[in-house]
Nanobody, 123 residues
Framework: QVQLVESGGGLVQAGGSLRLSCAAS????????MGWFRQAPGKEREFVAA????????LYANSVKGRFTISRDNAKNTLYLQMNTLKPEDTAVYYC????????????????WGKGTLVTVSS
């Protein structure tokens, strides 16, 4: 089974930027879509962004559209999330996810998950 490892989280001031990365543990990795979810303390896990791997088609949550950009490097089997104009409400543990078929904005159906990386945005 594929292991996903996130990196790039940390502390940043409001208005700042941060880039998250998600690397697959295997040299080769087949997937239909990859995405990012986040979970803030006391809240449910929510969808952030997703990308259809082969086409590059993207989908964003309304809360991050215009500020975040999801992208991938096929050669590196790496997923990225560029986060700009960060707000305190973006503070959460960010999870990388992948799925073999289809695309959804709910956690169910995403069959691979990373352990998460913490993003803290201070005011």
């Amino acid at each position: 089974q594929v292991q996903l490892v996130e990196s790039g989280g940390g502390l940043v001031q409001a208005g700042g930027s941060l880039r998250l990365s998600c690397a697959a543990s295997e040299r080769t990795f087949s997937r239909y879509a990859m995405g990012w979810f986040r979970q803030a303390p006391g809240k449910e896990r929510e969808f952030v962004a997703a990308i259809i791997w082969t086409l590059g088609s993207t989908l964003y949550a309304n809360s991050v559209k215009g500020r975040f950009t999801i992208s991938r490097d096929n050669a590196k089997n790496t997923l990225y999330l560029q986060m700009n104009t960060l707000k305190p409400e973006d503070t959460a543990v960010y999870y990388c996810a992948a799925r073999s078929v289809g695309l959804s904005v709910t956690a169910g159906g995403w069959n691979y998950w990373g352990k998460g990386t913490l993003v803290t945005v201070s005011s």
